[in-house]
């Protein structure tokens, strides 16, 4: 019990190889629900929400790879194993709380959105004459 609590490894699974039912060498079959490209493409998803300021907590990211699994492999429910699975094999994710940023804000932030912007901006201007005259522009 000490052994399986200070090392994090189940009681059941210590007892097993001790009493010689498994090899020590043998290793738990993990199965891994995504191939290494779409979980680096959910890593990558998962870094692009917390750049713009919408970080995902760890239930949110499960729920999205949920959605995902029966797609494939119907009847499927990820559990905590999956989780603390994709995280060791993902050790750079980190979540967090998002900086507060609005969505507005983040769009407005976006180069092509501050382009046409100013093109538009330009435009009306230029359509009601105001191009060079600041002081009618109130």
Not at 25 to 38: I, L, P, W, Y
Not at 76 to 87: A, P
């Amino acid at each position: 019990g000490k052994a399986a609590e200070e090392y994090g490894i189940p009681w059941s699974t210590l007892h097993a190889k001790v009493q010689g039912k498994v090899a020590i060498t043998v290793k738990s079959d993990v199965k891994q629900h995504f191939s290494d490209e779409e979980e680096d493409r959910l890593v990558e998803f998962i870094a692009g929400c917390a750049s713009i300021g919408y970080a995902k907590s760890r239930k949110e990211v499960e729920a999205i790879a949920q959605q995902i699994v029966p797609c494939r492999e119907p009847h499927v429910e990820l559990t905590k194993g999956w989780w603390d699975s994709f995280k060791g094999r993902h050790p750079k994710i980190t979540l967090h709380q998002a900086k507060p940023l609005s969505y507005a804000r983040a769009i407005a932030t976006n180069p092509e959105m501050i382009t046409r912007y100013f093109n538009l901006l330009e435009e009306t201007l230029g359509a009601n004459g105001l191009a060079n005259k600041p002081g009618q522009i109130f």
